[in-house]
Each structure stands twice: as structure tokens, then as C-alpha cells.
């Protein structure tokens, strides 16, 4: 949840409080961002179609939100057949084809935000070789902790194909001022290599709520995750 809650809410902070041209990419099987913005289709062609079909442009998977300046590529179970078949196609490069379409459309957007899955498989990689920073939402818990390592490993190997990555860093998420939560944010500033942004994002209903309702929390309601979306996104682009 932490993390296409993130993406939708970076991305249209970009375009509504930075006037920014942004595109969405949904990179999760779930389709979550996608179903967000009811753009959730298996009619329409999607990040599957884009990543094994030879033939589809990138142009016929972008679709416009309600939201003037934010684009999305949505995604749906067919990823998972789109994972089997990039793995199996050894007639093309497999880990650069994201890299490629996008490279197409660099003039149209400043931004291109993409909702990565948890799990790291051919898609996921194929996202890392097209970016340049890696932000990661955590919660405090040690699930979470454990993973980075993982991730951190990861990037480091994806440098092959991709010289520019930068892993931008952590960003704790759903936080509440508790013992663990402070805790937890404690041990990360000060006893850890991974870098850290100093915002933190509060938890609060009106982020369930928005699931509901389709809105960004900036075109929801006011609340406090809505302004630290607000200042991650600040942050963020003083460190650009």
C-alpha cells in the first residue's frame, strides 16, 4: 500500500504544486495504481503489451488521468506473462526494453514515477535500468529493514546496464509516534549506511480514504500526509 500510495501522491504533488508533466507507470501485476485512476483494463493494451510486443508503441499504453499533466501506463495480471515471456525471448535484450520505449517520449514529460513491485523479477529490473533515482517507502518494522539490504544489492548490480542510477534513498512512511515508531526512525538516521530523507510521512485514515474515493490526498481533503507528501517532494528536488 506504503508504496503506490507514495507514487500517485509524488507524482501529482509534481504536477499540481510544481507544474510539472508527469507519467505514472504502473509496474505492479495488482494493478493498484492503475485501479486508482479506473483505468484498470484488460481490454486496452498495457506495460505487458509494451515490454513483449515488438509491435506496440508506447504512445498506445499511455493514458490520460482526470488529471491534466499526469499520464499513466497501466499494468494487470498479464505482467506475470510478460515476466515468463522477457525471460524466454533471447532474439532482443531483455533488461533494457522500458529504457528503450521511454527514450522515445523523454521531450513530453519531466517526470516519469513508476510503481515498482515488491518482488524483484524481469519488469522490476527492466524499471531500475530506466531510472535514474530509487526512492524507497519503509515502514518501521523489520520486515521492512531486512529488504533493503536486498534492494541495496540489487542496484548495485543493475549499474551494468545502467551507469546513472542513483539510490536517492528511504523515506518512513505510515508513521505514528509510539515507542517502535520512534525507535525505528532512531535506529535508522543514526545506525545505519542507507541514506535517509529527513521528511516523514504521518499516518493518517484519509490516505485509506482516498483508495476509495480515487483522489490524490492535494485534491482530497487536507491532512497531514498530504502536506508531508508535500514537503518529500520539496526535498527531493533540493537534492536534484
Not at 540489487?154 to 536517492?168: L, P, R, S, T, Y
Not at 504521518?202 to 485509506?208: E, Y
Amino acid at each position: 500500500m506504503a508504496k503506490t500510495i507514495s507514487a500517485i501522491n509524488i507524482a501529482y504533488t509534481l504536477v499540481k504544486v510544481h507544474g510539472k508533466r508527469v507519467l505514472l507507470i504502473d509496474n505492479d501485476k495488482q494493478g493498484n495504481t492503475s485501479k486508482f485512476f479506473g483505468l484498470h483494463s484488460y481490454e486496452d493494451k498495457s506495460l505487458a503489451d509494451l515490454l513483449t510486443d515488438r509491435d506496440c508503441s508506447i504512445e498506445s499504453v499511455i493514458k490520460p488521468t482526470a488529471y491534466e499533466g499526469l499520464n499513466i501506463i497501466p499494468a494487470n495480471m498479464n505482467l506475470l506473462r510478460a515476466n515468463k515471456e522477457i525471460l524466454l525471448d533471447v532474439s532482443r535484450p531483455q533488461q533494457t526494453r522500458l529504457r528503450k520505449a521511454l527514450s522515445q517520449i523523454t521531450n513530453e514529460y519531466d517526470y516519469c514515477i513508476i510503481d515498482n513491485a515488491p518482488d524483484i523479477n524481469m519488469t522490476v529490473i527492466n524499471a531500475l535500468v530506466a531510472s535514474d533515482d530509487v526512492l524507497v517507502p519503509i515502514k518501521v518494522d523489520k520486515f521492512a529493514f531486512d529488504g533493503l539490504e536486498l534492494l541495496v544489492e540489487q542496484i548495485a548490480d543493475v549499474k551494468e546496464f545502467n551507469d546513472n542510477i542513483i539510490f536517492k534513498g528511504c523515506f518512513i512512511t505510515m508513521f505514528q509516534k509510539n515507542g517502535v515508531n520512534v525507535q525505528g526512525c532512531e535506529y535508522l538516521f543514526s545506525s545505519t549506511s542507507y541514506p535517509l530523507f529527513h521528511t516523514v510521512v504521518r499516518k493518517t485514515v484519509k490516505v485509506d480514504e482516498t483508495t476509495f474515493v480515487g483522489k490524490p490526498l492535494l485534491d482530497y481533503k487536507k491532512s497531514t500526509a498530504g502536506q508531508d507528501y508535500e514537503k518529500l517532494v520539496e526535498e527531493y528536488l533540493q537534492m536534484c
